[in-house]
């Protein structure tokens, strides 16, 4: 079924709406997953563009608050500013040079928790202007988590900032459940020792009810914990998928869908065992959000470099050969040499989530 995707197809570039609703349901028909990234730079965003053409797969770029806030500049004195700026103009880089990659992309914010409302709004309000100049929206999904707060306080946030995404043909990602640590500044810090695991296990009662009442407002994916946490840490937790399966089946049950109703989203993917990613991809997962693995990755290919050019770091002109060394420190060499890592560590990705080879995307 796949192949029909596949054959239709959508435009190389930023899937929204319609283009962003066909690449859910390719992934879902073709059984695959595509992987998240988590990026702070332009030159993270085009690894990650680069690896994805690499491999012909789709991909999901996506920015946090502070990865927003980053790239906005530290230099800003005003966070909630520099965070939407950052996140425009990361928003508008990729815009700009996605489709020269052949691939689609979806372009999505990652955990935003109710102090981050404000920061969600404005880069709406920024899609809105957007989607009437264009007809098209910056991004593709945006997620917001309350998955702290009672589940009616998050399902009630949820509808409203989701009625303000629809007409703009936006998706909304929610968390049920707890994500166990924390994300760029989001969550609590995992303690492998007294963290309450009760929380890390969504309930498939919640998710019906979330389901139930905001699938018909737009289109929603669902964070459901299963132990997830975020981060690498010496000993992990008990992931149990079947809590996906149990999900989507009792969605199915009482409200009369098809097989998988549901969009299922993948956090705290770094360091996950083979099986059951495999598992979560099988029960509709079609996201899974990596950042600690290929953050790691990159500052592993700088570190290596510098390590292997110890001089150019130390020195403009060597002192034992008398050569310049502007081109060894040239920060296009150093940083380019995290990009290869990072794009070298993706392609087990790609593998792994089985989304290799499958882009939907025409040029
Ligand atoms: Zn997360």
């Known amino acids: 079924m796949t192949d029909s995707l596949q054959s239709v197809g959508i435009p190389a570039g930023i899937a929204t709406g319609n283009d ?4 859910l349901r390719a992934c879902h028909e073709g059984c695959y997953a595509l992987p998240a990234i988590n990026v702070t730079s332009s030159s993270t965003a085009n690894a990650v563009l680069e690896a994805a053409a690499h491999n012909k797969s789709d991909i999901i770029i996506q920015l946090s608050y502070s990865g927003a806030r980053f790239y906005g500049g530290r230099g800003l004195k005003n966070d909630h ?7 425009l103009s990361l928003a508008q880089h990729i815009h700009m040079v996605a489709k020269e990659y052949g691939i689609a992309v979806i372009l999505h914010t990652d955990h ?13 309000d920024f899609s809105a202007t957007q989607y009437a100049n264009t007809g098209r929206p910056l991004f593709s999904s945006h ?11 998050n399902i009630k946030e949820c509808a409203i900032i989701l009625k303000r995404l629809t007409p703009l043909g936006v998706g909304l990602e929610i968390e049920l459940g707890l994500t166990g640590g924390e994300e760029d500044g989001i969550g609590q810090e995992y303690n492998e020792n007294t963290t309450d695991n009760a929380h890390l296990y969504t309930q498939p009662e919640d ?4 389901w139930q ?23 992990k937790i008990n992931l149990n998928p079947e809590i996906l399966k149990a999900s989507q089946e009792l969605v199915q049950h009482f409200s009369h869908t098809g097989p998988k109703p549901l969009h299922l989203v993948f956090h705290g993917g770094s360091g996950s065992e083979l099986e059951k990613i495999e598992q979560a991809i099988s029960y509709g997962v079609f996201k899974m959000n990596i950042d600690t693995d290929t953050q790691f990755a990159y500052a592993q290919g700088v570190g290596h470099y510098i390590k292997d050019n110890q001089e150019a770091f130390e020195y403009q002109v060597s002192p034992v050969t008398g050569q310049p060394l502007k081109k060894l420190y040239d920060p296009r060499r150093w940083v380019r040499a995290g990009e290869l890592s990072l794009i070298e560590r993706l392609h087990q990705s790609f593998i792994t989530l089985g989304s290799r080879g499958k882009t939907i995307a025409f040029r």
Do not use: C, Q
């Not at 500013?81 to 996140?87: F, I, R, S, T």
């Not at 935003?112 to 709406?124: E, K, T």
């Not at 998710?207 to 979330?210: C, G, R, S, T």
């Not at 009442?213 to 000993?235: D, Q, R």
């Open 143 to 153: 997620m917001l988590d309350l998955s702290t707060e009672p589940l009616e306080d």
């Open 81 to 87: 500013k520099a965070a939407v700026y950052g996140a």
């Open 20 to 23: 962003y609703l066909t690449l």
């Open 112 to 124: 935003a928790n109710r102090p981050l409302i404000p920061w969600l709004n404005d880069l709406i």
């Open 213 to 235: 009442e905001l699938s018909p407002l737009g289109t929603v994916s669902i964070a459901a914990s299963f132990g997830n946490v975020h981060g690498v840490y010496k000993t």
């Open 207 to 210: 998710v019906l009810k979330a």
